[in-house]
C-alpha cells in the first residue's frame, strides 16, 4: 500500500513532463479521395509540433472505400478508425470523435480538405499561448448562393434573439478546444445535439480565427438545403423558446381585435337594428383564424417532437468496430 501511495506522485511528475498531447478528430461520410490528400498532410503538420498526437478518423455509414483507406493507416501508430453501425449525421459522428479522444486539446476539421492542416497549426499555437477554444470563422461567403446567405444571416439572428448567450455567425465546427471544454461538453445529456450551440452555451476563453475554406478537393458536399433546414429547426428548437412565446403574442394580438369587433357588431345591431354581415366575411374569418391555430400548433409540435426524442433515451450512435492505437497507449 505505501508503495502504491509512493508510486503515486511519481506517475503524476512523469506525466507533467510529457508535451502536451492533441488529437484530430474527422467525421466523414464517403470522403476517402478526400482522406487520401487529408491524412498525409495532417500527419506532417502534427509532427511538425512536436507533440504527443493522435488521429481519429469517424466513418458515419460510409459505402465507398473509406473502411479499406483507414485500415492501411491504421497499421501507424497514432491512427485510430472509428465506423458506426450506419450514418447518423454529423452532430452524432463529432460527439463519437469526442469521446474516443484523449488528448490534453482536440481540434474537430472535416474530412473533405475545406478546412486546412495549416490552420490547425495556428490553433495549436493560440492555444499553447493561453486559449482555450480556438475556432475558426468564415471571412467570405461570395460563393454561395444569395438565398443561402439570407437564410443564414436570418438564422443567426433569430437564434441569437436570446441575451443568454450568442452563437458566434459563420463559425462552424472546425475548432480546437481543451480538455476542460471537451469534458464539458461530455456532460451535456440531450440527443438533439446542435454542436454550435452546444459550443457557445458551455462559454471558455475563445479566439476567433479568420479563415477562407478551400474548394472541396474531391467530390461534392452532401449536405443539401433539406438536412440544412432540419439542422436550423433543430438548432432554433434546442436553443430558443421565442417561437412558442410568439404564438402566445399572435394569439393576443388576435384576440382583442376580434373581441373589440364582435362587441362593436352586437351594440350596432342592438342600438341601430343593423343587420350582422354575410356569410362570407364569417368563413373567411373562419378560414383564417384556423390556418393562425395549425400554424401555432405545428410550432408547438416541434417542441413536444423534441422532447419525444429525448425521453426515448436511445444511445446517440452505435460503434461498429475500432481500429487502431492512439494516445490512450501511451497512457497505459
Request: proline share 4%.
Amino acid at each position: 500500500m505505501n508503495a502504491v501511495l509512493r508510486e503515486a506522485p511519481q506517475l503524476a511528475q512523469v506525466k507533467a513532463l510529457r508535451p502536451r498531447s492533441v488529437s484530430c478528430v474527422v467525421p466523414c461520410f464517403n470522403e476517402a479521395a478526400n482522406l487520401r490528400q487529408l491524412l498525409p498532410q495532417l500527419e506532417a503538420m502534427l509532427w511538425a509540433t512536436h507533440l504527443r498526437w493522435e488521429i481519429i478518423v469517424v466513418d458515419d455509414g460510409s459505402t465507398d472505400d473509406t473502411q479499406a483507406l483507414a485500415e492501411q493507416w491504421c497499421e501507424r501508430s497514432g491512427f485510430r478508425y472509428i465506423s458506426l453501425s450506419r450514418n447518423f449525421g454529423k452532430e452524432a459522428a463529432i460527439t463519437a470523435g469526442l469521446g474516443a479522444a484523449t488528448g490534453d486539446a482536440v481540434v474537430l476539421l472535416d474530412g473533405d480538405m475545406q478546412h486546412s492542416p495549416a490552420l490547425v497549426r495556428a490553433m495549436i499555437d493560440h492555444w499553447l499561448a493561453g486559449a482555450e477554444v480556438v475556432y475558426a470563422v468564415r471571412e467570405d461567403r461570395s460563393d454561395e448562393a444569395r438565398l443561402k446567405k439570407l437564410g443564414t444571416r436570418l438564422f443567426y439572428k433569430l437564434l441569437n434573439a436570446s441575451d443568454r448567450f450568442a452563437v458566434p455567425e459563420n463559425a462552424g465546427d472546425f475548432r480546437l478546444m481543451d480538455r476542460k471544454v471537451v469534458d464539458a461538453l461530455a456532460q451535456l445529456p440531450e440527443r438533439s445535439r446542435f454542436m454550435k450551440g452546444l459550443y457557445a452555451w458551455v462559454g471558455f476563453r475563445a479566439v476567433a480565427l479568420p479563415y477562407t475554406p478551400a474548394p472541396r478537393a474531391e467530390g461534392r458536399s452532401r449536405f443539401n438545403g433539406r438536412r440544412l433546414l432540419m439542422l436550423a429547426l433543430d438548432g432554433l428548437t434546442a436553443f430558443t423558446t421565442w417561437p412558442l412565446r410568439m404564438v402566445s403574442v399572435m394569439g393576443l394580438l388576435l384576440a382583442v381585435p376580434a373581441f373589440a369587433y364582435g362587441s362593436y357588431v352586437v351594440v350596432d345591431h342592438l342600438v341601430f337594428g343593423n343587420a350582422v354581415s354575410g356569410w362570407a366575411t364569417i368563413v373567411v374569418s373562419l378560414m383564417f383564424f384556423i390556418g393562425v391555430q395549425m400554424i401555432s400548433t405545428g410550432i408547438v409540435g416541434e417542441y413536444v417532437a423534441r422532447i419525444f426524442e429525448e425521453v426515448k433515451g436511445r444511445p446517440l450512435y452505435l460503434i461498429r468496430e475500432q481500429r487502431g492505437t492512439g494516445l490512450e497507449m501511451e497512457e497505459a
